[in-house]
């Protein structure tokens, strides 16, 4: 399975507190989180997240002056056996395409685990990795 | 119908006239009011009568303008000192309204005012607003702090003398200072530029456009502020945008204007005049040189003030506006010399800060500096949100983003200062003035 996934991204400030706050404004929005990441600098960090309804969740994080960006990123099914992955770098490098980072998904799919995966060429790699 | 005053084809309000006085009537007006006023200081303020005597000046040396250098200062401690009412010249029956200032540390500066000298004020406060092109068919929304701050009930007084509609709407409650806006038809504002940029911010947040507005003219004071500031405020508004300058111990906002050709402010030197000097000797600069503003009030009868050091840095324009006023203008100030801060031994100004940080597109206007102390070691950090577009979802872009930003600082202050990215709505929205150093040093 391959699909084209809308993830939010969160600019925050790395300091305790700050991803509590995501955390609490999706919950109290009843958003659902299926997985997040978190990429962190010295002083900030983005908080990367797949969740059951992306437009609330970015809807409540700005009503509560959070600002956040839908990003579009590749959800690819990974088989659960050595070279998997491998077999989709491989794919992704045919085709030119530069992984940006990428993550996995908490829960997967036909009980093999899934990567999030962010490319340039969101389009393009959805095709690829097909 | 409404005249338009002061216009291309020579026409002068008659309220303007003084403002265009052919030079040497100027000077005798000063000369002859600087001597009143040294008579009136001397008589019966202490503190002028002690410091003109350790100098040797007596009121009868005072026959022009050209001998206003030999008169003492006067510091803003002079007025702490002699709080609350040591500088007053006339009796407290005379006083028809106080002030004070905020003072951030230990007691406020008390001014006060005749019933002539709120008329003079006024009166300064209408010939600036004439500057700015407004008429008595104007609605003024007046967004500086009522109450003892001069800015609110000083630009209440000018608007209404004008015959301006007046919306009294102080500070605060930014929805409801839109709403006025709107609703209320207000076609200029008077607040700090920095309030007017949380203003903007609101209405974006709000999904309302301010360009929609009928606001054509933005009244900006009592803080410093860039032309990046300007630009943004004028694109994003779609306003124009005058400076008003002015200080509490001089009289309040109306000390001087920008006219239409927005290079420079007019100093209603009739009132209020100007000197530059070195800020360390005190010595009298000529026309053109930079150095610390210092003013002497001309027509003031409740608290004449010799010679004030406004701490403001800025150089006189003696060349001909024109718009055609002979008042001179003052570059607009830019900096304090008590703003300035030195770090590793060099001195910085937060508006070199501001400027540098405007001429990175992603940058918005809210930023602070943070000064501290690591290890004997002072550090400065530039803290800045960014507009909205700019927080993308790449850590490296940020981190070069950030970088190119400490290079725009380093470029102008040359010292390397760090740059912290916050998220928005992070830094403090003033309503007032906009504190834009926070001094964390313990020394």
Redesign the interface.
């Known amino acids: 399975m391959t699909e084209i996934l809308k ?1 939010v ?1 969160v ?3 790395n300091t305790p507190g ?1 991803l509590r706050k995501v955390c609490s404004v999706l919950a109290e929005a009843g958003v659902n989180l299926q997985t997040l990441s978190v ?3 010295r ?2 960090g ?1 908080v ?1 997240i797949i969740a059951d309804s992306p437009d609330k969740a970015a809807e409540a994080l700005s009503a509560a ?3 956040s ?1 839908l ?1 579009e990123v590749v959800a690819v099914e990974v088989a659960d056996r050595p070279g998997a992955l491998l077999a989709i770098l491989d794919k992704a490098q045919a085709g030119g395409l530069n992984v ?1 980072y990428m993550y996995a998904m908490t829960r997967g799919v036909n009980g093999n685990p899934l990567m999030i995966m ?1 490319f340039g060429d969101t389009a393009k790699a959805a095709e690829v990795l097909k | 119908m409404d005249c338009n005053w002061n216009d291309k084809h020579g026409a002068i309000n008659p309220d303007s006239a003084i403002d265009f006085l052919p030079r040497e009537q100027l000077r005798a007006l000063q000369s002859q009011r600087l001597s009143a006023m040294v008579y009136l200081a001397y008589e019966n303020v202490p503190l002028h009568r002690k410091r003109m005597d350790e100098l040797g000046v007596k009121p009868s040396d005072i026959k022009s303008i050209d001998d206003i250098s030999k008169l003492p200062f006067t510091q803003k401690t002079d007025l702490r000192d002699t709080y609350p009412y040591g500088l007053f010249a006339v009796p407290l029956s005379e006083i028809v309204r106080l002030h004070a200032s905020s003072g951030t540390t230990g007691k406020p500066i008390v001014v006060g005012y005749t019933r002539e000298d709120m008329d003079v004020w006024a009166g300064a406060l209408k010939r600036c607003l004439l500057m700015f092109g407004l008429t008595r068919s104007d609605i003024v929304q007046v967004s500086f702090g009522y109450g003892l701050f001069t800015g609110g009930l000083g630009l209440h007084g000018g608007a209404e003398a004008l015959g301006c509609t007046v919306i009294p709407a102080s500070g605060g409650n930014s929805e409801r200072q839109l709403m006025m806006l709107k609703d209320f038809g207000a076609t200029a504002m008077a607040c700090t530029p920095s309030y007017f940029i949380h203003l903007i911010d609101t209405a974006q947040k709000l999904g309302l456009d301010m360009r929609q507005f009928p606001i054509k003219v933005g009244v900006f004071g009592a803080e410093p502020w860039s032309d990046q500031m300007r630009k943004y405020i004028e694109q994003n508004a779609g306003i124009e945008a005058f400076d008003i300058y002015g200080l509490s111990e001089i009289a309040g906002p109306g000390v001087g204007g920008e006219c239409r050709e927005h290079n420079g402010i007019h100093i209603l030197e009739d009132n209020f005049y100007p000197e530059i000097v070195d800020p360390k000797t005190g010595e009298p600069l000529p026309d053109g040189e930079e150095g610390e503003l210092v003013l002497t009030t001309l027509s003031k009868r409740a608290m004449p003030i010799l010679r004030y050091r406004t701490h403001d840095i800025t150089s006189i324009i003696a060349e001909p506006c024109p718009c055609g006023r002979t008042v001179r203008r003052i570059r607009r100030i830019g900096r304090r010399s008590d703003d300035m801060f030195i770090i590793r031994g060099v001195n910085v100004f937060p508006s070199q800060i501001e400027a540098a940080l405007m001429r990175v597109a992603e940058c918005s206007p809210h930023y602070r500096i943070l000064l501290e102390r690591k290890r004997d070691l002072d550090s400065v950090t530039v803290e800045v949100e960014l507009n909205p577009d700019a927080y993308t979802d790449n850590i490296a872009s940020l981190e070069a983003l950030r970088k190119r930003i400490q290079a725009s600082i380093m470029n102008i202050v040359n010292i390397k200062i760090d740059v912290r990215l916050v998220e928005a709505g992070k830094i403090e929205r003033s309503e007032g003035k906009a504190k834009r150093v926070v001094d964390l040093r313990k020394i």
């Open positions: 993830q991204s600019f925050i400030e700050h990429a962190e600098s002083d900030y983005i990367r002056g959070i600002a960006k990003v940006e962010r």
